[in-house]
């Protein structure tokens, strides 16, 4: 068995920066490869990074890459999901899972993650 905890999540303005935490413990659990899911209100959950036990590859949603970071200390057993530049379209529950093989998938109860547009943000569309 495997537990995961959440924290980090808050309420932020859009362009601010946010780091959610997942703690681990139970069995091993820095031999599982972490992922980031998030879930909007009406959606699905969907995927949003995730870091490999084994070589400590990352991957990520094309929505998130070059504002988001995961990383991981496994002395601490903590995975991290480093947020930048969010914007309202990355509200969501946020998840972390714990992945191995031949064993099931673990979930956390998730963190909620709020990004409102303050007074004055300023946002630039280019094409």
């Known amino acids: 068995q495997v537990q995961l905890v959440e924290s980090g999540g808050g309420l932020v303005q859009a362009g601010e920066s946010l780091r959610l935490s997942c703690a681990a413990s139970?069995?091993?659990?820095?031999?599982?490869?972490i992922g980031w899911f998030r879930q909007a209100p009406g959606k699905e959950r969907e995927f949003v990074a995730a870091?490999?036990?084994?070589?400590?590859?990352?991957g990520y949603a094309d929505s998130v890459k070059g504002r988001f970071t995961v990383s991981r200390d496994n002395s601490k057993n903590l995975v991290y999901l480093e947020m930048s530049s969010l914007n309202p379209e990355d509200t969501a529950v946020y998840y972390c899972?714990?992945?191995?093989?031949?064993?099931?998938?673990?979930w956390g109860q998730g963190t909620q993650v709020t990004v409102y547009w303050g007074q004055g943000t300023h946002f630039t569309v280019s094409s």
């Open positions: 139970g069995r091993t659990p820095n031999r599982y490869s």
């Open positions: 870091i490999s036990y084994m070589d400590g590859n990352t």
């Open positions: 899972n714990a992945a191995y093989t031949g064993d099931r998938v673990y």
